[in-house]
T-cell receptor, first 113, second 114 residues
Framework: GQQLNQSPQSMFIQEGEDVSMNCTSS?????WLWYKQDPGEGPVLLIA?????ELTSNGRLTAQFGITRKDSFLNISASIPSDVGIYFC?????????????FGKGTKLSVKP | KAGVTQTPRYLIKTRGQQVTLSCSPI?????VSWYQQTPGQGLQFLFE???????NKGNFPGRFSGRQFSNSRSEMNVSTLELGDSALYLC?????????????FGPGTRLLVL
């Protein structure tokens, strides 16, 4: 079945640094979603991408739907302490009459000690 | 505006029992989706309901079922509980307006199966 490989698994950030993470798959997806989850909270939808090649921004966040429809990346510019958390990518695809949503394992962002 | 409400917040069951979880979406949101989150498997999509119809479905066995009522409230049921069903169950309500989708998650129901 469809699987998403999200990398890196974890990274340390220093305030002001740019951050990049991505999700890849051998399968094609119709929609890519990026979420952030803080400890003890539900995920928050950051960006939704619907078309191959689409580049969308939400404040300091920028995400792109890969042209092959098999990957997506998320960039965070000028990171701040509240960017710490776990970021998940998710890909939506149609299989028959219904669609399914697959999640990556997450990228954990921590502050550099 | 009230957020997504999930009840109960915590639940302890034993193997073989069944459980029903409830989700009340944000007023005006007609789509409700359910997710399971565990340390081992991460976030997994269960199903999505829109206007009382299951629109999308994840890769879970038939023991996991759901429904949506005319007021958009949704329930999910897990029958014949297994130890591996211990998880945080999240629901989210969504509204699509044109090309914009907004989605909000509830706080989750933490289920422990003994």
């Amino acid at each position: 079945g469809q699987q998403l490989n999200q990398s890196p698994q974890s990274m340390f950030i220093q305030e002001g640094e740019d951050v990049s993470m991505n999700c890849t798959s051998s399968s094609i997806f119709n929609t890519w979603l990026w979420y952030k989850q803080d400890p003890g909270e539900g995920p928050v939808l950051l960006i939704a991408l619907y078309k191959a090649g689409e580049l969308t921004s939400n404040g300091r966040l920028t995400a792109q739907f890969g042209i092959t429809r098999k990957d997506s990346f998320l960039n965070i510019s000028a990171s701040i302490p509240s960017d710490v958390g776990i970021y998940f990518c998710a890909g939506f695809y149609y299989g028959g009459s219904q669609g399914n949503l697959i999640f990556g394992k997450g990228t954990k962002l921590s502050v550099k000690p | 505006k009230a957020g997504v409400t999930q009840t109960p917040r915590y639940l302890i069951k034993t193997r073989g029992q069944q459980v029903t979880l409830s989700c009340s979406p944000i007023s005006g949101h007609r789509s409700v989706s359910w997710y399971q989150q565990t340390p081992g498997q991460g976030l997994q999509f269960l199903f999505e309901y829109f206007s009382e119809t299951q629109r999308n479905k994840g890769n879970f066995p038939g023991r996991f079922s759901g429904r949506q009522f005319s007021n958009s409230r949704s329930e999910m049921n897990v029958s014949t509980l297994e130890l591996g069903d211990s998880a945080l169950y999240l629901c989210a309500s969504s509204l699509v307006a044109g090309e914009e989708e907004t989605q909000y998650f509830g706080p989750g129901t933490r289920l422990l199966v003994l």
